[in-house]
């Protein structure tokens, strides 16, 4: 299992650090009939058969094949036109009623009072305000108040590329990346300001988000000195001159776990692990006064 560096468990004890939910965390729900949250190639790919014109169909599936996500999206969503492309979101991530897997419950117990995810679905939040009794609050890059639900004492899920509630003002296309940055700049401000005062924790991640990228770019080249951020990986999924330039250019360090047979169930028992690493550490903090 994953070896947690001992300053992440007390930075996670003594809250002052950020989770941050990535795609991957997610496909672990799945709804009553065993279907999964597709990830950015399976949801793409589906989309590319909502289009009609052929010649739209292969250009999109080639940028999907050389990676290009954010081009490819900008294409399918302009084919496909809005209303049928905000329906057809509708129907991958919120008609299915994905139900939360034990991964869900358990960062929640780990207590964490700022979670980021870039995730459009509603997986974690329902989750995580059910277990939370309706207590945790909800905020989206584009609200005004971000920075007043930040120095509050409440618990905070940042939906940093918008919700699906609300299609319109969702992040998914290199056009809307730009847009956001531009028009919420004080958004990607709290950002910077929260990678500079606590320790970000990447889960089910991929390194690939513009806006996740950007900020640990900044945060590397302008605080070369300062502690590293984390970031958990599978073993297959990155080779080791891919973890060594990534640790230079973002000042992560990565986190390496093993998949059995395809599932990710060595994660999941990390995470529990940590959970009650931090337990233990708080119960030690608590003794000692030392918050």
């Not at 084919?79 to 994905?98: D, G, Q, R, V, W």
């Not at 995810?117 to 989750?127: F, L």
Request: glycine share 4%; with cysteine.
């Amino acid at each position: 299992m994953i070896d947690w560096p001992e300053d992440l468990i007390t930075d996670v004890a003594k809250r002052k650090a950020v989770l941050v939910l990535g795609a991957g965390i997610s496909m672990n729900a799945k709804t009553a009939e065993g279907k999964r949250p597709k990830n950015w190639v399976e949801f793409l790919h589906e989309a590319s058969n909502q289009v009609e014109v052929h010649k739209t169909r292969l250009v999109a599936r080639r940028l999907i094949k050389e990676r290009d996500y954010l081009t490819a999206c900008e294409i399918l969503k302009a084919a496909m036109t809005k209303e049928p492309y905000e329906s057809f979101l509708t129907n991958e991530f919120l008609t299915p009623k994905f139900v939360p897997a034990p991964v869900h419950d358990s960062i929640f117990k780990l207590d964490c009072r700022l979670v980021v995810t870039p995730n459009i679905d509603k997986i974690y939040e329902t989750r995580a305000n059910h277990l939370g009794q309706g207590s945790v609050k909800i905020k989206h890059y584009y609200d005004d108040d971000v920075a007043d639900a930040i120095r509050r004492t409440n618990r905070v899920i940042l939906k940093i590329h918008g919700t699906i509630d609300t299609p319109g003002k969702m992040i998914f296309t290199r056009r809307e990346y730009a847009e956001a940055r531009a028009k919420h700049s004080e958004f990607y401000a709290i950002l910077d300001a929260l990678v500079l005062t606590h320790t970000f924790i990447f889960l089910g991640c991929g390194v690939n988000d513009p806006d996740i990228r950007l900020v640990l770019e900044n945060y590397a080249f302008r605080f070369r000195h300062t502690r590293r951020h984390y970031m958990t990986m599978a073993t297959d999924s990155i080779s080791f001159e891919e973890i060594r330039a990534l640790e230079d250019s973002t000042n992560l360090k990565i986190l390496l776990y093993k998949i059995k047979k395809g599932a990710h169930e060595e994660l999941l028992n990390s995470i529990a692990e940590l959970q009650r690493g931090v337990e233990t550490k708080r119960e030690e903090i608590a003794q000692t006064q030392e918050w």
